[in-house]
């Protein structure tokens, strides 16, 4: 610790007088883009010969930055990752408001009071801006003073908690996925254009409320339009020492499957393939622009996605379990070489690709194998532009910093929790436990095996007996694999080394029990009794 202290140290004071020499500010702006569902084997400097996907502009940054291999999600879901990146604290902890209804009418996934990115980088004098996929839950205003819904929604009037409530001082958002109704754009929380339509498109065919003209193939090109209107409107500002920080929230390659006209046939896979090669224009559009702007030498850029890709995405426009298995017969992994898709507690659902290019501060052509987690993200950039949080705010997010400017050095994070759909996943150095016997998936959608249900049927049969709590708590029950050994997740190691697979839940224990990840006085969670074991199937611990 004391070690890594100095570094940052050394790091901070030298990075401020290389940064200071491109002009007035000594910060830098950020662009913070996350794709939705992308793989880390969808994206050619992580997939090698095992993608069969041009992403030119990805792989650029790659070469002229730091890629990161051992970056992870908290889940293998899409709003508890949003969360996480939000507020710096494991969605687990994390009390939502409880209101709202279905899909993209889903209610706020925190309170109005909770400290957010958006909230630390304004108070640090950053412009703030958020462009893309919301998915953190809004309130509405209704027609009958009921929970939002289908039907009731009164679009005239603006949110009365979305991004400007949460620290965004400019936001452009889809309040859920590009499958979810409502389909509707919110600028600065009020809603975009009339909507008086019902739509939906082919993935799952949700029909529900949409604005009269949208269409789900131009979201990509209007979020990437509003980004470069973004950098260009506060590019002057910037430039004389008014920093501003972007996110940027694609909603590719997520269902539906819709690259735009002049997008299709590009790539020699299929739609999905012209998708993903849409989505990573978007960033060389972000790149593009940055440079147009004289604001490229000056702007810490990171690109990452939410979590692994959704097996049942594919080159039809159709959700269709294992879709994504018959791009694996021709050769592309969106896995890359883990094991697992999204909603698993495998790698393929949890691992993410992770780009960072900061000129003058991170050597180009580097790669980092240390652990980090999205959830790093506010911390990290607390200690960039000097922000001095809390001791209780963002408790469980780790600066990176120091990597940026060695990555061989000790990881800053020892250890890290996340998630399936199901079940709960400890990872400490090499080791990874999996609490649960299978892939903590349902399997409603393919691809993840063994599906949940399957798998503790088998474990309870090989137990012999009715378990105890306790019981849950080791093999047969757990897995436990070495990363390092065992990159794709092939040989559950949990009987045989039980003494890591103790020393593991206790550390899962004490996480929980802290109501931090960080060094601190104890917190407490929104939620008194958190339970890891909460969706242990019934039928385990019947006589």
Same mark, same amino acid.
């Given at each position: 610790?004391?070690?890594?202290?100095?570094?940052?140290?050394?790091?901070?004071?030298?990075?401020?007088?290389?940064?200071?020499?491109?002009?007035?500010?000594?910060?830098?702006?950020?662009?913070?883009?996350?794709?939705?569902?992308?793989?880390?084997?969808?994206?050619?400097?992580?997939?090698?010969?095992?993608?069969?996907?041009?992403?030119?502009?990805?792989?650029?940054?790659?070469?002229?930055?730091?890629?990161?291999?051992?970056?992870?999600?908290?889940?293998?879901?899409?709003?508890?990752?949003?969360?996480?990146?939000?507020?710096?604290?494991?969605?687990?902890?994390?009390?939502?408001?409880?209101?709202?209804?279905?899909?993209?009418?889903?209610?706020?996934?925190?309170?109005?009071?909770?400290?957010?990115?958006?909230?630390?980088?304004?108070?640090?004098?950053?412009?703030?801006?958020?462009?893309?996929?919301?998915?953190?839950?809004?309130?509405?205003?209704?027609?009958?003073?009921?929970?939002?819904?289908?039907?009731?929604?009164?679009?005239?009037?603006?949110?009365?908690?979305?991004?400007?409530?949460?620290?965004?001082?400019?936001?452009?958002?889809?309040?859920?996925?590009?499958?979810?109704?409502?389909?509707?754009?919110?600028?600065?929380?009020?809603?975009?254009?009339?909507?008086?339509?019902?739509?939906?498109?082919?993935?799952?065919?949700?029909?529900?409320?949409?604005?009269?003209?949208?269409?789900?193939?131009?979201?990509?090109?209007?979020?990437?339009?509003?980004?470069?209107?973004?950098?260009?409107?506060?590019?002057?500002?910037?430039?004389?020492?008014?920093?501003?920080?972007?996110?940027?929230? @694609?909603?590719? +390659?997520?269902?539906?499957?819709? *690259?735009?006209?002049?997008?299709? =046939?590009?790539?020699?896979?299929? &739609?999905? /393939?012209?998708?993903?090669?849409?989505?990573?224009?978007?960033?060389?559009?972000?790149?593009?622009?940055?440079?147009?702007?004289?604001?490229?030498?000056?702007?810490?850029?990171?690109?990452?996605?939410?979590?692994?890709?959704?097996?049942?995405?594919?080159?039809?426009?159709?959700?269709?379990?294992?879709?994504?298995?018959?791009?694996?017969?021709?050769?592309?992994?969106?896995?890359?070489?883990?094991?697992?898709?999204?909603?698993?507690?495998?790698?393929?659902? @949890?691992?993410? +690709?992770?780009?960072?290019?900061? *000129?003058?501060?991170?050597?180009? =052509?580097?790669?980092?194998?240390? &652990?980090? /987690?999205?959830?790093?993200?506010?911390?990290?950039?607390?200690?960039?532009?000097?922000?001095?949080?809390?001791?209780?705010?963002?408790?469980?997010?780790?600066?990176?910093?120091?990597?940026?400017?060695?990555?061989?050095?000790?990881?800053?994070?020892?250890?890290?929790?996340?998630?399936?759909?199901?079940?709960?996943?400890?990872?400490?150095?090499?080791?990874?436990?999996?609490?649960?016997?299978?892939?903590?998936?349902?399997?409603?959608?393919?691809?993840?095996?063994?599906?949940?249900?399957?798998?503790?049927?088998?474990?309870?049969?090989?137990?012999?007996?009715?378990?105890?709590?306790?019981?849950?708590?080791?093999?047969?029950?757990?897995?436990?694999?070495?990363?390092?050994?065992?990159?794709?997740?092939?040989?559950?190691?949990?009987?045989?080394?039980?003494?890591?697979?103790?020393?593991?839940?206790?550390?899962?224990?004490?996480?929980?029990?802290?109501?931090?990840?960080?060094?601190?006085?104890?917190?407490?969670?929104?939620?008194?009794?958190?339970?890891?074991?909460?969706?242990?199937?019934?039928?385990?611990?019947?006589?």
């Amino acid at each position: 610790m004391k070690r890594t202290l100095i570094l940052l140290a050394f790091f901070f004071a030298t990075t401020l007088d290389a940064v200071a020499a491109e002009g007035p500010s000594t910060r830098p702006n950020v662009v913070y883009i996350m794709a939705d569902d992308l793989g880390i084997g969808d994206v050619g400097c992580f997939g090698g010969d095992r993608c069969k996907i041009d992403t030119p502009h990805i792989d650029a940054l790659a070469s002229q930055g730091m890629r990161f291999t051992d970056a992870h999600a908290v889940a293998s879901v899409c709003v508890p990752v949003r969360v996480s990146i939000m507020t710096g604290r494991y969605p687990w902890r994390v009390r939502g408001e409880g209101r709202g209804g279905p899909w993209g009418f889903l209610g706020p996934r925190f309170p109005a009071s909770q400290f957010t990115l958006g909230k630390m980088m304004q108070a640090a004098g950053y412009r703030t801006g958020y462009v893309g996929k919301w998915h953190l839950g809004t309130l509405m205003h209704t027609l009958d003073g009921k929970n939002q819904g289908l039907e009731n929604v009164d679009y005239t009037k603006p949110l009365a908690m979305g991004p400007p409530q949460c620290g965004w001082d400019d936001s452009f958002i889809l309040p859920g996925s590009l499958d979810m109704y409502p389909y509707v754009f919110v600028r600065d929380g009020r809603f975009v254009g009339s909507v008086t339509a019902r739509k939906g498109w082919s993935a799952f065919n949700r029909v529900g409320p949409a604005e009269k003209d949208f269409e789900d193939y131009k979201v990509l090109d209007t979020f990437s339009g509003q980004a470069e209107r973004f950098i260009a409107e506060n590019a002057a500002a910037a430039r004389q020492g008014k920093p501003f920080i972007l996110y940027f929230a @694609l909603t590719a +390659p997520h269902t539906p499957t819709c *690259p735009r006209p002049d997008f299709q =046939g590009k790539s020699d896979l299929g &739609l999905y /393939g012209d998708f993903v090669m849409e989505a990573d224009d978007c960033v060389g559009r972000v790149v593009k622009a940055l440079a147009q702007h004289g604001l490229d030498r000056n702007t810490l850029l990171i690109v990452t996605s939410d979590h692994g890709p959704a097996a049942y995405a594919g080159n039809t426009r159709e959700a269709i379990p294992g879709n994504l298995q018959q791009l694996e017969k021709k050769g592309h992994y969106s896995a890359g070489i883990y094991r697992g898709y999204k909603f698993s507690v495998y790698e393929g659902g @949890l691992r993410v +690709p992770f780009v960072v290019r900061w *000129p003058g501060v991170v050597k180009p =052509g580097t790669q980092c194998d240390r &652990l980090v /987690g999205l959830n790093d993200l506010m911390r990290t950039l607390a200690d960039i532009t000097g922000h001095a949080l809390s001791a209780e705010q963002a408790p469980d997010s780790i600066s990176f910093l120091p990597l940026l400017s060695d990555p061989t050095i000790e990881a800053p994070r020892e250890s890290m929790v996340m998630q399936s759909t199901h079940h709960w996943v400890i990872r400490r150095g090499p080791w990874k436990l999996a609490l649960c016997p299978g892939s903590g998936a349902s399997g409603n959608w393919g691809g993840n095996t063994p599906v949940s249900n399957d798998a503790w049927k088998a474990a309870r049969a090989e137990f012999g007996r009715r378990p105890t709590p306790d019981d849950l708590r080791a093999a047969p029950f757990v897995q436990l694999f070495n990363l390092d050994d065992d990159p794709r997740e092939k040989s559950n190691v949990a009987s045989g080394h039980p003494e890591i697979v103790e020393e593991l839940v206790k550390l899962l224990d004490q996480r929980i029990e802290s109501g931090r990840s960080t060094p601190g006085k104890k917190l407490d969670n929104d939620f008194p009794n958190v339970n890891y074991h909460a969706r242990v199937p019934p039928f385990v611990l019947r006589p």
